[in-house]
């Protein structure tokens, strides 16, 4: 307790100021105060920013205001609401009013801002508070938590976000870090989307209460969180007050998820097809559930939730909206009694099948009641009223558990991995106190929550620092204050508390109704005097018709809340019969399973379970004892107006909220009391350091030391008081004094320990050098020695070596020398031996042997090669084409040459019989050949036939007489031809004479000349190809005789005449004579040209060719 009280108490330093020293007539300090009061040139020097001070829309710290009253005091607030100034101080503690519309204070600019910032050195913000808490958590290792209080539609659940997301901004960084924060902001809409709801107050109204554990490593980086939710205001799953809505995750399913999906689900589109959504206000203007839907599973899957877990989830979910539309009509049995029976059993068995029950055990559940007693088990039928009952029962069961299910997960998810000791900052969010129309249960439970968090607070705050003042004697004017713990003590006290009546009533035997619950708090609370009711009869309201008889009022620290006595037993029972807990056990849905574990048969247990009342008083007793144990600052929200809408400030509602959460005692309590309180023992060891007597130790009483220390640094004697154990510090100005002292002094001490430890280490160092200086020489001196002695030593085994070298070498010189001498003489003996051998043994020597033997052979070869030569000789006739076979392949090349050598031999032999005559006769032969052959068909037959020349012997004829007179040169061919008539081709004889310059042609019957032709005319000889006798003697143009033209003649000896023609006129014009061979040729005639054809004929008449004139162009020549 004591730490709460005295940091939280440090903020109000500048207050002091204004509250204890300001003139009541002018406002301002007295200026000899101001001289006396500040610690003078100390507090000129220490310029700390206050922007609550500097262009401030009202006053920032609600403990400056002047004059403080409850007008000034909502008028204040008035203005900087006006001025978009939602947040303003009450020293710590901020006050926050829903400005319900978004603005534009929580960007990361302002995280920035404010972050690592004296708490008032700007304007008032949750971040201010966010960073002071994280601060402290950070440096001085005191657990915080954030209590954030107000009721309904405050902004309670915006502000506990936004002091997460501050936190989470400027805590440490890091992929693991990062992912941890994520999660823990993640949780949120998760939480939201399950267990917020639309009510009148607010659109987002929190239906169950929610501590979070931020947990962080001595850094300051999150490691995790725990989760703690407090009674889920379950009655809204099945029934809504006008103009509200159930949990929003009904809508956003319905809305936002795809067909596909809520096919799966086996539902609709539609909310008016469902019994359990409230129709009116299905819609909130301004929330786009569908998007949020998508949130919300983006969230889960950030959290950590997998993708089977989210589903089932939602089959819940859709299991408990289908569980509203079954109804229920009555049967009449045969006993009498009246039973029920379900209307329609379709949405019945699409529930069977999503949660995997079996329809029957389902069924019967809804049908009958199995109560257990002394081992006896007795079933009864339900009536309609008894099923509906346990329909909403089952529903409500279902999704309070689910959602407990659901903080169970996140916690497994957001739970920090570490052992390591964790510091902790709390921060709780709360359903608000909330005042409806018909206040029921919920509304009773929510109340007392808040009840015991104003008990906390004014504890905190109010309380416990004047009773300290007191405890310590320090002088102190009490500021008086409403104390609710006397409203707590009628909720919560364990004989005559309301909730220990409500147990008592739900466990007692007999018959139990809400009104005999009532009628025993009108006996034992009627004398209470925040009790009010209509029914005992001393009631002091038996007049007050606004309180109906059902009814019970309690004047709560917020306003008067008048209860409605109907359903507190049966939620405080929350009695869910077995039989359904049972069936729900043995559904196959895992995650139903596991809601129900009491349906396990095996488990049974008879005993009741706690009453929700108890249980919820238990968790908000630990509740508080946990925040007690924790550094606490506050939230305190305020709602402007009762419509949610901007701009609007109701004096009137903001007045009873201000009055009722005793905000003007709190500023009254800090404004006259101290900064800063401390134990001396903690003080002294804090601060010892500043001064010679107490450093570094005090020998006596701490307060003593304390005073020394305090007189010794002058500090003015109104800015502390010595309590019984603290020392009081009115001002945080001397306590951030004493502070930078203490950081400076701090800092001087840490550059002596460092100028001590630094000479500490040179000097052990310069030590250390000088010994390791002394080792090393030793050592290099030995080592240098002993490298010159190796060198020394070296040098000697070098020059010795030398000397050995050359004499060895010297001798193994000689050595060699004598012995090449003895190999030498060696190898000569062995040469000289080797040659005698061999010599002697070369005859036998077998490489020889075979040499000899192939010339021997080769040479016999030869031999006998010519000798068979000899004997095999052809005939010396150069026309013999035989020539011995080859006998052997070797031989072949000779065997050519001596055949091409005997050819020329024999043929120059044959040659050499040859007279003149026959040389002469073998020329023409050979011209003959050289002209003719494989050219003229005819030649072949001629080469056998001796060339004659004079076949006429004119000589001898004397027919010829004149003829041979005529001539008087010699006659070198004398032959009968055909001369063929150009007219009809027919033949004439004629003698053709050839001499050795002329051609004559004769008569051959006269032996008169008729042509004489010079050779120097004869121009050409045409032939043709073929085997005929024909041929033409060209004559030159112009000439003599060429005046008749050209002959055409016909011979038996062609070959020979045209040979002897042209080796005539070779020697005689020393011109070769042109020979045409060609089957087709022109003749001249006279003038005329006449073509010569020669063509394949009959042999009609034998082998003569016949002659015929076809045209005056052509004559043919058919050859056969
Ligand atoms: N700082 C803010 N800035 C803007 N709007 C705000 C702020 N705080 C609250 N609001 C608006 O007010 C509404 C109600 O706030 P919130 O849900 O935090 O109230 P609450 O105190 O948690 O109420 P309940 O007790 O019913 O849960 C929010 O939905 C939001 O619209
Ligand atoms: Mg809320």
Request: net charge positive; hydrophobic share 35%.
């Amino acid at each position: 307790m004591g730490t709460l009280a005295e940091t939280k108490q440090g903020k109000a330093w500048y207050l002091r100021v204004h509250v204890e020293f300001v003139c009541p007539e002018t406002g301002c300090f007295p200026s000899s105060f101001l001289r006396s009061y500040f610690w003078e040139e100390e507090m000129a020097k220490m310029e700390v920013k206050t922007s609550l001070l500097d262009d401030m829309i009202g006053v920032g710290d609600m403990v400056l205001l002047e004059p403080l009253n409850e007008d000034s005091f909502i008028n204040n607030l008035k203005k900087r609401f006006d001025h978009n100034e939602v947040y303003t101080y009450i020293g710590s503690v901020v006050i926050s009013i829903n400005p319900y519309r978004p603005l534009p204070i929580y960007t990361p600019e302002k995280v920035e801002e404010y972050r690592n910032r004296n708490f008032y050195e700007l304007s008032p913000h949750i971040f201010a508070l966010s960073d002071e808490a994280y601060r402290s958590l950070r440096d001085q290792d005191k657990d915080q938590c954030i209590l954030i209080t107000g009721e309904s539609g405050a902004g309670k659940t915006e502000a506990s976000k936004l002091v997460m997301s501050y936190v989470a901004a400027v805590c440490g960084k890091g992929a693991e870090v990062n992912q941890v924060k994520e999660q823990l902001l993640q949780s949120n809409p998760v939480l939201e989307a399950f267990g917020n709801a639309k009510t009148v107050r607010n659109d987002n109204s929190s239906r169950f209460g929610k501590y979070m554990d931020i947990e962080f490593d001595f850094k300051g980086d999150p490691l995790g969180g725990v989760i703690s939710n407090y009674l889920l205001e379950k009655s809204r799953v099945v029934k809504q007050p006008r103009g509200e809505r159930n949990f929003h995750i009904f809508y956003q399913i319905l809305s936002g998820a795809s067909e596909d999906f809520l096919c799966k689900l086996k539902l609709e589109r539609d909310f008016s097809r469902y019994n359990y959504l409230g129709l009116d206000s299905a819609k909130v203007n301004g929330v786009d559930d569908a998007v949020n839907f998508r949130t919300v599973r983006n969230a889960m899957q950030i959290v950590g939730f997998m993708d089977h877990e989210t589903q089932s989830v939602f089959e819940v979910v859709a299991a408990v909206l289908k569980l509203g539309n079954i109804e229920f009509k009555p049967e009449s049995r045969v006993n009498g009694l009246d039973e029920s029976k379900i209307k329609d059993k379709n949405e019945l068995k699409e529930i069977c099948e999503l949660t995997g029950i079996d329809q029957s055990v389902l069924e019967r559940a809804f049908s009958f009641r199995t109560v257990e007693a002394k081992q006896e088990k007795v079933s009864t039928t339900l009536n309609v009223a008894q099923a509906y009952y346990a329909r909403d029962a089952l529903a409500k069961n279902l999704y309070s558990r689910l959602f407990s299910w659901l903080v169970t997960r996140i916690n497994e998810s957001i739970k920090a991995q570490t052992k390591v000791r964790k510091k902790v900052m709390g921060v709780l969010d709360i359903y608000g106190f909330e005042i409806f129309e018909d206040n029921s249960f919920e509304q009773f439970i929510i109340n007392y929550c808040n009840e015991k968090l104003q008990q906390i607070f004014i504890e905190l705050t109010l309380k416990e620092e004047q009773e300290e003042y007191i405890r310590e004697g320090i002088e102190w004017t009490h500021i008086e204050y409403f104390n609710n713990a006397i409203i707590c003590d009628l909720i919560e006290n364990n004989q005559t508390g309301i909730l220990a009546m409500l147990d008592e009533e739900c466990l007692r035997p007999g018959t139990v109704t809400d009104d005999t619950f009532l009628e025993k708090l009108n006996q034992v609370c009627a004398t209470h005097q925040h009790f009010e009711s209509r029914m005992s009869k001393c009631s002091r309201f038996l007049n007050d018709t606004t309180l109906p008889h059902s009814c019970f009022r309690i004047q709560h620290y917020a306003g008067k809340v008048m209860y409605q006595v109907e359903g507190f037993v049966d939620k405080n029972n929350d009695l869910l019969y077995r039989d359904l807990s049972q069936a729900m056990w043995k559904a196959s849905h895992s995650l139903i399973k596991a809601l129900f574990p009491e349906g396990n048969p095996a488990k049974i247990n008879l005993k009741r379970p706690p009453t929700a009342g108890s249980q919820f008083k238990a968790s908000v007793a630990t509740l508080m004892k946990n925040l007690q144990t924790k550094n606490p600052n506050y939230i305190r929200c305020i709602k402007p107006n009762d419509k949610k809408a901007a701009h609007i400030f109701n004096d009137a509602l903001v007045c009873h909220q201000i009055r009722y959460l005793g905000l003007l005692e709190n500023v009254r309590v800090r404004r006259a009391g101290y900064a800063f309180r401390q134990a001396y023992e903690p003080c002294l060891e804090r601060y010892k350091m500043l001064c010679k007597q107490t450093w570094p130790h005090w020998r006596g009483p701490a307060r003593a030391g304390v005073e020394v220390l305090f007189n010794e640094l002058e500090i003015p004697e109104e800015e502390f008081s010595f309590g019984r154990s603290k020392i009081f510090i009115r001002n945080p100005r001397t306590l951030f004094k004493l502070e930078d002292l203490r950081k400076q002094r701090l800092e001087d001490l840490a550059t002596l320990i460092e100028k001590i430890y630094r000479g500490w280490k040179c000097r052990t160092r310069f030590l250390l050098m000088k010994k390791s200086q002394i080792v090393i020489a030793a050592w290099f001196r030995r080592y240098s020695q002993q490298k010159k002695y190796q060198k020394i030593k070296s040098s000697a085994i070098i020059v010795q070596s030398y000397i050995r070298g050359w004499k060895a070498r010297k001798l193994l010189r000689e050595l060699k020398h004598q012995k090449r001498c003895n190999e030498a003489a060696t190898i000569i003996a062995a040469y000289w031996h080797g040659t005698q051998v061999r010599r002697e043994y070369r005859k036998f020597f077998r490489a020889n042997a075979g040499r000899k033997i192939y010339e021997f052979t080769l040479q016999r070869l030869i031999q006998k090669y010519f000798l068979e030569m000899k004997n095999k000789m052809p005939s010396l006739s150069p026309i013999d084409k035989n020539w011995p076979a080859r006998p052997y392949l070797f031989l072949d090349s000779t065997h050519k040459e001596l055949k091409r050598i005997f050819h020329l031999w024999r043929c120059k032999k044959y040659r050499d019989q040859f007279t003149d005559q026959q040389k002469l006769i073998y020329e023409e032969k050979l011209e003959a050949s050289e002209l003719f052959k494989d050219k003229k068909a005819l030649y072949p037959a001629s080469v056998g036939q001796p060339f004659q020349g004079a076949y006429l012997e004119i000589s001898k004829n004397p027919k010829y007489k004149k003829l041979k007179d005529a001539v008087d040169e010699k006659i070198i061919i004398a032959e009968v031809v055909n001369k063929i008539n150009r007219a009809n081709g027919k033949a004439t004889s004629r003698i053709f004479l050839l001499t050795k310059n002329n051609v004559l042609l004769a008569d051959q019957k006269s032996g008169n000349i008729k042509s004489e032709v010079p050779l120097g005319d004869v121009t050409k000889v045409s032939m043709s190809s073929q085997n005929d006798g024909f041929f033409a003697v060209h004559l030159k143009e112009g000439s003599g005789a060429a005046g008749k033209g050209d002959f055409l003649f016909s011979s038996d000896h062609l070959i020979e005449m045209a040979t002897k023609l042209y080796r005539t006129t070779l020697s005689q014009t020393k011109q070769k004579l042109n020979i045409e061979i060609s089957d087709e040729f022109l003749v001249q005639f006279r003038q005329d040209k006449v073509c010569v054809k020669f063509i394949q004929g009959s042999q009609k008449n034998g082998n003569i060719p016949t002659c015929k004139r076809k045209n005056n162009r052509l004559l043919e020549v058919a050859v056969p």
